[in-house]
């Protein structure tokens, strides 16, 4: 695609061409950050276990602090690449730089745990109270 402001790139919009692009980093992701993996295994199931009771702005709350701990997990990943790419010797400004991107991931790992910690919890007592009522 071309760049408006560089004139760099192809001319024309794909945007079957971006949805390709956007699928190809989530699989990168996925595949090379434990990080990533992880966090979307347990959303789906947490994921799953609230459309079966039918908590739908559950579902929708669990789907929105995914995508935000996901995507904060993305842009650290870029930032310590680029860093790395940039600077491979030890350098006190680039650890300034891959702290914060750390630090907002961890701000968005609270979030996610909080909520999927509730919705577990919710769950469990879901199930406890089928079980018990047999």
Known sequence: MRHKFLGTGEPGY??????????????????????VTYKLILSAVVLFL?????????VLLILLATAFVIAAEIFNSAIEAICDFMETRENP?????????????GIAMLVW??????????????????????
Not at 93 to 103: F, G, N, T, W
Not at 122 to 133: D, H, I, K, P
């Open 14 to 35: 794909h945007p079957l061409r971006k949805i390709r692009t956007v699928f190809s980093g989530l699989r990168y992701a996925v595949l090379y950050d434990w990080s």
């Open 50 to 58: 609230a459309f079966v009771f039918r908590q739908w702005l559950d």
């Open 93 to 105: 400004k680039i650890k300034v730089i891959k702290d914060m991107a750390a630090a907002a991931v």
């Open 113 to 134: 745990l909080v909520i999927i910690g509730s919705e577990l919890f919710e769950v469990f007592n879901a199930l406890s109270v089928l079980g018990g009522s047999n």
